[in-house]
């Protein structure tokens, strides 16, 4: 595609239900980065996938947060039993092997 | 750890005015150092992306040095506009071991907010 898309744009859900979020890259790149920007904060590395390399998750923030990437392209993040801190936009993006990253213009979180 | 921040945290100018936004990292072991633009709801766009080897970029109003020993990127913004409005923010990617590749995680700063007043 033209750039990186993410859905939902804006999702609200109450505290403790579970919630999936979605990426599609720009079509060919191999690398694909989940970050969360928390009001008041800089963005903060989640996790990476390469190709079919296993996932860096070395950022997710608890047990409570997986992703995983179908067929080497899109990508979804699935946050279970959410927590008021867990509200933030995530930001998703992709790349070639050691290229630039675009970003999407990620989901808008808010946990009630 | 590598450490990013931006000062000033915000900045409001008038229309016209020439401005520096200042960037500062901890460790100097950096891959390249890039400087995004973030409009309200919107992702993060790239405006310039210095390379380790290099001193400088420019792209039209835009010129960002980079000081790789003192640890330090500016980014100067010549005959700013309110379309120039947005937060900016600087990231810098590290050096990962003996080849020199890039690690492929970005560390960010927390960003300047610019307000470009007509």
């Known amino acids: 595609g033209a750039g990186v898309s993410q859905s939902p744009s804006n999702k609200v859900t109450e505290k403790g239900k579970d919630v999936e979020l979605r990426c599609d890259p720009i079509s060919g790149h191999t690398a694909l980065y989940w970050y969360r920007q928390s009001l008041g904060q800089g963005l903060e590395f989640l996790i990476y996938f390469q190709g079919n390399s296993a996932p860096d998750k070395s950022g997710l923030p608890s047990d409570r947060f997986s992703a995983e990437r179908t067929g080497g392209s899109v990508s979804t993040l699935t946050i279970q039993r959410t927590q008021q801190e867990d509200s933030a936009v995530y930001l998703c993006?992709?790349?070639?092997?050691?290229?630039?990253?675009?970003f999407g213009p990620g989901t808008r979180l808010t946990v009630l | 750890k590598q450490e990013v921040t931006q000062i000033p945290a915000a900045l409001s100018v008038p229309e016209g005015e020439n401005l520096v936004l200042n960037c500062s990292f901890t460790d100097s072991a950096i891959y390249n150092l890039q400087w995004f633009r973030q409009d309200p709801g919107k992702g993060l766009t790239s405006l310039l992306l210095?390379?380790?080897?290099?001193r400088e970029q420019t792209s039209g109003r835009l010129n960002a040095s980079l000081d790789k020993s003192s640890g330090r990127s500016t980014l100067y913004i010549a005959a700013s506009q309110p379309g120039d409005s947005a937060t900016y923010l600087c990231?810098?990617?590290?050096?990962?071991?003996?080849?020199?590749?890039?690690?492929?995680?970005?560390?960010f700063g927390k960003g300047t907010k610019l307000s470009v007043i007509p």
């Open positions: 993006a992709s790349s070639s092997v050691q290229g630039r990253q675009f």
């Open positions: 210095i390379q380790s080897s290099q």
């Open positions: 990231a810098v990617r590290r050096r990962w071991g003996y080849s020199g590749a890039g690690s492929y995680q970005l560390t």
